[in-house]
């Protein structure tokens, strides 16, 4: 007979009001996600970028290794000759300020995460317009992020403490940020100078140190016995993101947001079926008298909770990925599919979860209360 889903023509005021509360937590949902990655690909973007495997930071750099950090030219050397190591060269980290000295924007002052790298090697961009970096030109390459300020190929900037003027030399046109600032690739003398806030030569010391050693590791690579020998930690490019400004508390405070909205979406499903399957006992005692098995009225009330969470949540996804597309460019939003997709998932999946545990009244129906045995 249908008559969970006949129920849906016939209550279809109330269904709808549970539906658009379904859609408004769908709407939620994507929303969340898509801040989620913005937030991410905001603060760790620019590391997900680089090609490498691991980074090895100073062991005693136990946490926040970006800015604690300090190897030495003996550490990606011995790295460098070790076996199941590809590739190990020295990587710079630091974030700078810095004011447009040379420019359509003169006198704007510019964020920078300079990161620093030997040009010609796999670490150095390749910019889409202009030229890639060179060794002690105090040339710097931009990334989109940065352009979006009005920053352009050819103007001079020059940074606070160390006074270092950094020629813009090239331009890598995609949004690539690192602590929600937009990255710059400069050689490794120019972040030197950056760095440590010295103007003039280096001293020797300096010279001869960077953040972290970028590896590119074999599988099987025995990273014990490297660590041990350098006296640095290897973490895979992963477990680096959290080290990045920020990067973990976003991280969990979102997932931690989102774990609620999942709960609650669940109990309000399971509260709405609750209650509507107390105001349909005499219906269902009436099937099972009449001969219906109490499967088919689970599956006849399941098809009724799966048909109002998808079609709810499928309105209300459509609804959150057009607010979102206009929230690009504005916020530090983006539309993760696989994101979008596992968030519509888990709403659909733990509201029908919370549907089940009502619909399992159905099972504890008397048939007889239909023919009159409570009266």
């Excluded at 000759?81 to 700078?96: D, Q, S, Y």
């Amino acid at each position: 007979m249908f008559l969970a889903l006949r129920d849906l023509r016939f209550a279809r005021g109330r269904f709808a009001l549970m539906g658009a509360v379904v859609a408004l937590i769908a709407v939620l949902g994507v929303l969340l996600s898509g801040l989620a990655s913005g937030l991410a690909d905001a603060g760790i973007s620019g590391l997900r970028a680089l090609p490498v495997t691991h980074l090895a930071f100073d062991e005693k750099a136990t946490s926040e290794q970006f800015s604690r950090s300090t190897v030495e030219q003996e550490d990606w050397e011995t790295w460098s000759g070790l076996p199941g190591v590809e590739r190990a060269e020295p990587f710079g980290n630091t974030l700078a300020n810095a004011q447009v000295t040379q420019g359509a924007e003169k006198g704007e002052q510019v964020n920078l995460a300079v990161f620093g790298v030997e040009p010609g090697s796999p670490m150095a961009p390749r910019p889409s317009s202009g030229e890639g970096l060179a060794d002690g030109g105090a040339g710097i390459v931009i990334t989109q992020e940065i352009a979006d300020l009005g920053v352009r190929i050819g103007d001079e900037l020059t940074a606070d403490k160390s006074e270092v003027r950094l020629k813009v030399v090239g331009l890598v046109d995609e949004t690539v940020s690192y602590g929600h600032i937009g990255v710059a690739y400069a050689d490794l003398d120019t972040w030197r100078h950056l760095h440590y806030g010295l103007p003039g030569d280096l001293p020797e010391a300096a010279k001869r140190q960077a953040t972290a050693v970028a590896l590119t590791l074999e599988p099987g690579a025995d990273v014990a016995a490297a660590e041990k020998a350098t006296a640095t930690r290897a973490d895979t490019k992963e477990t680096s993101f959290g080290a990045s400004p920020g990067y973990t508390a976003e991280s969990s405070t979102m997932a931690l947001i989102k774990g609620f909205l999942y709960a609650i979406s669940a109990l309000v499903v399971g509260a709405f079926f609750t209650v509507w399957t107390v105001q349909r006992k005499a219906e269902i005692a009436l099937l099972k008298a009449l001969g219906a098995p109490t499967g088919y009225i689970l599956r006849d009330a399941l098809a009724q909770v799966v048909a109002v969470l998808v079609g709810a949540t499928a309105l209300g996804t459509a609804v959150g990925l057009a607010l979102g597309s206009a929230m690009i460019g504005k916020a530090p939003f983006s539309l993760s599919t696989p994101a979008i997709a596992t968030s519509s998932g888990l709403l659909i999946g733990l509201g029908t979860v919370g549907a089940v545990v009502a619909v399992r009244r159905i099972t504890a129906v008397d048939p007889l209360t239909a023919l009159g045995a409570s009266r």
